[in-house]
């Protein structure tokens, strides 16, 4: 909620003839806890002089002053022959109420802060309860229970997850008590912030203006029959995970497109695995996909080995190591000259592929899933659209990855008519397309049914 200005608090209290004025200070305060205790802190100070004019008369009586009225509009105004410093400041204050009020009020604000440190100190105690990354600002906003701004980070550069319906990540920040001590730290892996990591891949833990936990996320890879890939990462998910009432935090990152990892820390940021996968993943949610109480990680994207769309779900607890894709299985290290594989991961729990349909291969495109939208409930079912340069299907599975049905959307049934008119195609769109696209859909590894 955006604060009041200062000004417009000290009109309301000084003119109550504004009636629009007066309905949305009056409406403001009732829901900002900061700005109502503003407002009663400036209309304190003129009750202080309110209280001082009545009493004012009778201290003049005794000495030579002369006081006159000076009209301008509605506001009166004092011009006054004090002879010492304290009638002249006194002087100045009747003249000039607006200035010198605010002059005055922050005296007062500062005053009551020494005065009251101890109750002051434990009003703004250091407890996050939720935030938003603003992108128009630029900032990541920490907000206490009481929606009160507790802290502001900054990144740099545009971010590089778009949020729209290509990128559905599922975080790029989290809150969570990682060390037990009953306040909540800042886990985001948002790019350049707050000048704390100047990289485009890392994680950062903070809390209460210090840097916890600062990491580089991804490293040197070669991958069988290309040159390599340089660690120029970009994180792109986060996920907070529970494992034996511990907190660990999971970062997935891409180069580029491929390859995409994963990396796995404690909640103390030492590192317990990586996972690699040659393929990018446009959607990461956590979920507990088998009903087993603990959450598991699903990816929706696709395979660049073999250049067709893709899901996979990983148990994050088992990765352990730095460990591959059984289905891209081709990372490997120069290690004394000699190439090495990475061990294959026990980690993937499933991981299906869908094989590209006549009208793709014959417009020579690439096609990825993108989530469309994930149930967990115990009827679950689960929702995934399919998209690609030129068409769109949405992908129903149940809670065991099964297919159940394929469906087409509206933009689709439209592109193909075209086709067919034209002539460009020779089949048309009908339950014998969506069964065979149905039966396209190649399980390499499930474990769940």
Not at 154 to 163: A, C, D, F, G, L
């Amino acid at each position: 909620m955006k604060h009041l200005d200062e000004n417009l608090i000290e009109r309301y209290i000084l003119d109550k003839s504004d009636s629009r004025l007066n309905e949305i200070v009056e409406a403001h305060i009732k829901e900002c806890s900061g700005c109502r205790a503003l407002f009663e802190e400036i209309n304190e100070f003129y009750e202080l002089i309110g209280e001082f004019d009545a009493s004012r008369q009778k201290l003049l009586s005794s000495k030579q002053v002369n006081i006159i009225p000076i009209f301008s509009g509605n506001q009166i105004q004092y011009a006054e022959n004090e002879k010492n410093i304290l009638g002249k400041i006194r002087g100045i204050i009747r003249e000039y109420p607006m200035r010198s009020g605010a002059g005055l009020l922050v005296a007062g604000i500062c005053f009551s802060f020494i005065l009251f440190n101890g109750l002051s100190k434990k009003n703004k105690e250091y407890k996050p309860d939720h935030f938003i990354e603003n992108d128009k600002t630029s900032t990541l906003e920490i907000y206490d229970k009481d929606r009160e701004i507790i802290d502001e980070l900054k990144w740099k550069e545009n971010r590089p997850i778009q949020k729209d319906n290509f990128e559905l990540h599922k975080a790029t920040t989290e809150l969570a008590d990682l060390n037990k001590d009953g306040v909540k730290e800042i886990i985001t892996v948002i790019p350049n912030i707050q000048g704390m990591l100047n990289i485009k891949s890392g994680l950062i833990v903070y809390s209460s203006g210090k840097v916890l936990i600062k990491k580089k996320i991804g490293d040197e890879i070669k991958y069988l029959g290309w040159n390599g890939y340089n660690d120029n990462f970009e994180s792109r998910a986060l996920v907070i995970i529970d494992n034996m009432e511990k907190k660990e935090i999971i970062v997935g990152a891409n180069h580029e497109r491929s390859p995409y990892l994963f990396s796995r820390f404690d909640s103390g940021g030492n590192k317990l695995g990586e996972f690699w996968h040659y393929g990018h993943f446009a959607s990461v949610y956590d979920l507990d996909i088998n009903s087993d109480g603990k959450n598991e990680i699903i990816c929706f994207g696709v395979n660049d080995d073999y250049e067709e769309a893709a899901i996979l779900v990983l148990d994050p607890r088992k990765i352990i190591g730095k460990v591959q894709s059984k289905v891209t299985n081709k990372f490997f290290e120069i290690v004394n000259g000699d190439s090495v594989f990475l061990p294959c991961s026990d980690a993937e729990l499933a991981y299906l592929r869908v094989e590209k349909n006549d009208l793709e291969k014959k417009l020579i495109t690439k096609t990825t899933f993108i989530a469309e939208k994930v149930k967990n409930s115990s009827n679950q079912v689960a929702v995934y659209k399919f998209r690609s340069n030129a068409s769109g299907f949405l992908f129903h599975f149940n809670n065991k990855l099964q297919i159940i049905d394929v469906t087409p959307t509206d933009g689709t049934k439209m592109f193909f008519n075209q086709l067919y008119f034209e002539g460009e195609i020779d089949y048309k769109l009908d339950e014998e397309y969506l069964l065979k696209l149905k039966n396209n859909v190649f399980y390499e590894i499930n474990t769940l049914f």
